[in-house]
């Protein structure tokens, strides 16, 4: 792009058509003129209007202008082209223009400023930052002089633009043969992506629903039924995508191949064209040539991603390409190239990770150890039984049957190769940690041997002697999720409706919610309504997150009676505002004629927190009302 000069004046020779006054003294026989053109040379024709002038000047400034020269002048009124007075002298501005008088104005020196100073000095304010060049005269009307050199500037950039090089169109985006949404659904999403950009009115949340939470139960339910995203919608749905990473893989899922041929297209989007498996652009994983190019050149993430598609087909052909530059990798992305063959897990891996047992990294050697005892045929889980059954066995010099535990000594060179920390944690010993990782390695049928063909829920029930219950039982837990065991989670698990602190496994919430992601969905549902209806919903809200949704049968009506009696007990829903926002959005919509009772506001009760009772009823107004709109959605999405 060129520009005009920034150091010439941005108006000479000036002469105006407009309505003037003015004062001075002095000879001159032209008057000032202000505007675009060229007032005509008219003599001395009178004109309506008044001016009259004395004194010396110049005429300048853009839009406007100020003459003065010695002499006496003739007056002049009226509008239209100030007249050639001879003898006497006027000024002249056009109407609304600031005036900008003479060399004393500064207005040269400001149209010289770089438009990086203009924009600091507008930024900064006139008075901290003058428009003037470092050791320059200060203009006297100094925001009106920044304004007409900003549109100087803006003027000769317009001016001096340039025609773009026209570039070759992008190839067509990829067919998507999916059906398209329903209007009506069509019209949902829009009013959904809607409220997510506009502003959070802030304060409380009232009784109308929060639409910004129920777009992925959306996306999910839109992909469930296999729509395609309308054109119109790709971009703000991109940007909802770009704004929250919890929607990323439903709504690039959603999007489809228009959506990711238009991410191509901006910047703003290329989260889509990098991200996690599912949204990433991949070559064709049956042509060696494509991948193998990709995986030599391509972006971490773009490999990751390559990586995870290879696997998804063919296993150990994913083993297989990451060994090829394994040893060139860095430590950082090692580890997490390791940590991706978690998908597809299988004996045929075992070669490999036996291999990053080795490694310079401890954290590739621990990742690979974790992997390896998630194999329960495997070398390392062998080796790991072996050292755990040194250390834990069955007592029977008590009245009855026990555990005895002897834990390792020390933590030789073997066990740390096999992925054995050596140094535990701040305020544990090293003993119980050795222990505890010993155990967890362990394949879990070994205890079952181990202990006379014992069940699980017997092995567990076993006392364990000099107060080592806590440490063998929580790592039987680790166990158990990382092995997939739900025979082993249920016994460790034990009964909902024991207490947490007495029950067989650990009293850890979070570690319960682990083991009940290992049961079957129908089971783990029907284990926490029963946690739910023993013990309230105070310590429920990581077990209902593991829940599959929606929340129907016993489960669903076990959340809304101890909502219920969460109410009656005269404390403020906002204790409870997470399990609130997961039954937002869990559950079944079919429960909301039940709930509608609960809308109404309760009197208020002796010993009850102040107002409590109207903000529970504006809690389950809010509850029932989305529980609706959710049921209207899925309606329309069924093009019902």
């Known amino acids: 792009m060129t520009t005009a000069p920034t150091t010439a004046a941005p108006f ?13 003294s002095g000879s001159g026989s032209r008057s000032a003129h202000s505007g675009p053109g060229l007032a005509p040379d008219r003599g001395s024709d009178p004109a309506p209007g008044a001016t009259s002038s004395s004194g010396s000047g110049s005429a300048s400034g853009p839009g406007s202008g100020s003459a003065t020269g010695s002499g006496s002048g003739s007056p002049h009124s009226g509008p239209g082209p100030a007249p050639d007075c001879g003898p006497g002298s006027g000024s002249a501005s056009a109407p609304g223009s600031p005036s900008v008088s003479g060399p004393a104005s500064g207005f040269d020196a400001v149209a ?29 009307d100094a925001p009106a002089a920044l304004l007409d050199a900003a549109a100087l500037h803006t003027v000769r950039q317009r001016a001096g633009l340039r025609p773009a090089v026209p570039q070759a169109r992008p190839a067509p985006a990829a067919p998507d043969p999916r059906p398209a949404l329903p209007e009506a659904a069509r019209l949902r999403l829009a009013h959904l992506l809607a409220d997510r950009a506009a502003p959070s009115a802030g304060g409380r949340r009232g009784a109308a629903p929060d639409l910004t939470e129920l777009i992925p139960q959306w ?45 191509g297209l901006n910047p703003d989007w290329r989260f889509a064209l990098r991200g996690a498996a599912g949204g990433t652009l991949r070559p064709d994983v049956t042509d060696p040539d494509a991948v193998a190019r990709l995986w030599e050149e391509g972006l971490f993430a773009e490999r990751i991603a390559l990586l995870d598609a290879v696997r998804a087909q063919d296993p150990p052909a994913g083993t297989a390409l990451l060994a090829t530059t394994w040893a060139a990798e860095r430590a950082e992305d090692r580890l997490m190239f390791l940590d991706s063959l978690r998908s597809g897990l299988g004996n045929a891996d075992e070669p490999f990770l036996e291999q990053a047992l080795s490694d310079r990294s401890r954290n590739v050697r621990a990742t690979a150890a974790e992997l390896l005892s998630a194999l329960p045929a495997s070398a ?15 007592d029977r010099t008590g009245v009855s049957p026990g555990i005895a535990v002897e834990a390792p000594h020390e933590c030789d060179a073997g066990m740390q190769r096999d992925g054995v920390a050596a140094v535990p944690p701040s305020g544990r010993g090293e003993r119980s940690w050795w222990l505890g ?16 063909g014992r069940a699980a829920e017997e092995v567990v029930a076993l006392p364990v002697a000099d107060e080592w219950a806590g440490e063998l039982h929580a790592a039987w837990c680790r166990a158990a999720v990382r092995q997939r065991n739900p025979h082993w989670s249920r016994a460790l ?32 549902a029907s284990w926490v309504a029963g946690f739910i209806a023993a013990h309230g919903l105070s310590e429920a809200f990581q077990l209902l997150g593991v829940c599959m949704v929606p929340w129907a049968g016993p489960l669903g009506r076990a959340v809304v009676d101890a909502l219920d009696i969460a109410r009656d007990g005269g404390s403020y829903p906002w204790s409870f505002s997470g399990v609130m926002g997961l039954a937002e959005r869990c559950l079944d919509p079919a429960e909301a004629d039940r709930l509608e009772v609960l809308t109404a506001a309760q009197d208020e009760q002796e010993g009850a927190s102040p107002g409590a009772g109207g903000y529970w009823s504006e809690a389950f107004q809010r509850l029932v009302s989305t529980l609706r709109l959710r049921a209207t959605m899925e309606a329309e999405l069924l093009g019902a």
């Not at 000479?12 to 001075?24: I, K, L, M, P, Y």
């Open 493 to 524: 698990l034990g009964r909902p409706s024991a207490s947490p602190a007495s029950g067989p496994g650990t009293a850890s919430i979070a570690e319960r919610s682990k083991l009940l992601s290992v049961l079957e969905e129908g089971e783990r």
């Open 12 to 24: 000479t020779n000036v002469t105006a058509t407009a309505t003037s006054t003015g004062s001075g």
């Open 437 to 452: 990782q010993l155990v967890e390695a362990t394949p879990l049928d070994v205890w079952e041997e181990r202990f006379g």
């Open 112 to 140: 010289g400023l770089s438009w990086e100073e203009l924009v600091t000095s507008a930024l900064l304010g006139t008075d901290r930052r003058p428009p003037a060049p470092r050791g320059g005269p200060t203009p006297a």
């Open 380 to 394: 390392l889980a062998g080796r790991m039984a072996a050292r755990a059954l040194s250390c834990v066995h069955l």
């Open 219 to 263: 996306l999910a339910t839109a992909n469930r039924m296999g729509y395609r995203a309308p054109a119109s919608l790709l971009p703000p749905l991109l940007d909802a995508a770009r704004a929250r990473t919890d929607l990323r893989p439903q709504a690039l899922a959603f999007a489809g191949p228009r959506g990711l041929w238009l991410a």
